[in-house]
């Protein structure tokens, strides 16, 4: 599906989550079509023996009230 419309920055939202064994732990979020976030591990987890990974959710909401998303998980590599 295409969006013919222009993209309203504003409406932009990505959420920087900690990936933790089964659940999340929300770090930040981004308002914006562009941005940095900050993405090490608080909390107490420590990489070296939990279960992480780094969880990016990107959502927009057009002018009509549809809102899509998508998520992208980084596992660390040993």
Known sequence: ????DPIDCSQVEVEYLIGHDTHTHSQTTAVGCSGTLQTSPIGG????VDDLA???L????????LVGEDVVALEPSN
């Open 1 to 4: 599906m295409t969006d013919e």
């Open 45 to 48: 987890h420590d990489p070296a």
């Open 54 to 56: 780094g969880v990016f």
């Open 58 to 65: 990107a959502q927009y909401t057009d002018p009509g009230g």
